[in-house]
């Protein structure tokens, strides 16, 4: 009887495990990511409060990572979807905008809970038509530094510190 009982809790156990939503191998770095988190932009003094909102979370039965992001409670906004392209063997994102414009690009996996995304932009009118951005996850917090190539040169690195949050994403 007893060994019974230790075979059904072992059924049920494993069960529990296996049911734990899985993400694609090619995915797992941005396992960290997952969940909501929030960065205070660096602005010049006098100008208004920046705050960026962000939620990753497994899309598509973890075959995709979706990403939503908010700046100032929807002022601004965008949304990416990020999988592996298996004829381009690359991850590959689209992100989409509040502002009208989206952007198609690259990842290149560089560390654990690090990567680099290459973007072409379409269709922004304020001369931006490529964007390089690094993420790093460490300590509880990740890094993101993006540059743009704004009217034919690119910018100097901005970089933001997100933590995590309980505040949600929010579009007008």
Same mark, same amino acid.
């Given at each position: ?78 949304? /990416?979807? &990020?999988?592996?392209? *298996? $004829? ?7 992100? #989409? !905008?509040?502002?009208?414009? +989206? ?22 009118? /304020?001369? &931006?038509?490529?964007? *390089? $951005? ?7 917090? #990740? !890094?993101?530094?993006?540059? +743009? ?24």
């Amino acid at each position: 009887m007893r060994n019974k009982l230790v075979v059904a809790i072992l059924f049920v156990f494993s069960s529990l495990v296996s049911a734990e939503p899985q993400l694609d191998a090619k995915l797992t770095v941005f396992k960290a990511y997952l969940g909501s988190w929030e960065s205070n932009f660096d602005v010049p003094k006098g100008k208004p409060q920046m705050r960026d909102v962000s939620h990753w979370e497994r899309a598509l039965n973890g075959t995709a990572i979706r990403s939503l992001h908010s700046i100032n409670d929807g002022m601004y906004g965008g949304e /990416s979807l &990020i999988f592996w392209d *298996k $004829s381009k063997e690359s991850l590959v994102f689209y992100y #989409f !905008t509040t502002a009208g414009f +989206y952007t198609q690009g690259t990842m290149e996996v560089l560390d654990e809970g690090e990567f680099v995304a290459y973007e072409e932009v379409v269709n922004n009118d /304020s001369g &931006i038509t490529k964007v *390089k $951005s690094t993420s790093k996850f460490e300590n509880g917090q #990740f !890094t993101v530094s993006t540059q +743009y190539l704004k009217n034919g040169q690119w910018t100097q690195p901005e970089s933001r510190v997100y933590t995590r949050s309980d505040k949600t994403v929010k579009f007008k």
